[in-house]
């Protein structure tokens, strides 16, 4: 079992749309919690950090489960610009990556 | 402020060459990272640097793989004998110095190491 599991995608979605992606972890000691965007052929980086009591940052809020060991990222009113790869990031010693979700956002 | 830069950007080489990647961090940055991605799979870990000091390198797939960071500045990675298994995007990273929490992660362009 992998220890961040995401779905790969791609979510196929029209400009305008809400979006969620969804990410679970296996190792119940991990501290921290993130969601990175990586572009094609491009380095990842970080887009919003990821706490218990949810945090927004504006069209993007974020969620973390903890009992259930669960992170979600909600987008809202999807831009062509979106349209990337979302790492889920967990930080125990290190960071461990999930495969990432593929977000295609169309006009 | 200049960013993570990595070099080469690419790199092919025959099985059972040897090759160097550099990383060269932000400014100012203590801890340095390696990670790796191969076709299909997610971003590994590989080590992490804090100055000149290896802290973890419980990601170093095998000691074909032999990371340095002579006077805590820019680091190499070198693969001596490469293999097939290890073509993939490498990847750097640096952060500042965090006695707590989490320093954010800055991520060079990597270098996507393909090997014949």
């Known amino acids: 079992r992998k220890e961040v599991e995401q779905d790969p995608g791609p979510f196929n979605v029209p400009e305008g749309a809400t979006v969620a992606f969804n990410c679970t972890y296996s190792n119940s000691a991990s501290q921290s919690f993130f969601w990175y965007r990586q572009d094609c052929r491009k380095e990842p980086k970080l887009l919003m950090s990821v706490y218990s009591s949810g945090n927004e940052d504006g069209r993007f809020t974020a969620q973390l489960n903890r009992a259930s060991q669960y992170i979600s990222l909600l987008i809202r009113d999807s831009k062509l610009s979106d349209s990337a790869t979302y790492l889920c990031v967990v930080k125990g010693n290190m960071l461990t990556f999930g495969g990432g979700t593929r977000l295609m956002v169309k006009p | 402020e200049a960013g993570v830069t990595q070099f080469p950007s690419h790199s092919v080489i025959e099985k059972g060459q040897t090759v160097t990647l550099r990383c060269d961090p932000i400014s100012g940055h203590d801890n340095l990272y390696w990670y790796r991605r191969v076709m299909g799979k997610e971003i590994k870990f590989l080590l992490h640097f804090v100055k000149e000091s290896k802290q973890d390198e419980s990601g170093m797939p095998n000691n074909r793989f032999l990371a340095e960071r002579t006077g805590g500045t820019y680091s190499t990675l070198k693969v001596q004998p490469a293999e097939l298994e290890d073509s993939g995007v490498y990847f750097c990273?640096?952060?500042?110095?965090?006695?707590?929490?989490?320093?954010?992660?800055?991520f060079g362009p990597g270098t996507r190491l393909t090997v014949l």
């Open positions: 990273a640096s952060s500042t110095y965090a006695t707590s929490g989490h320093n954010e992660q800055f």
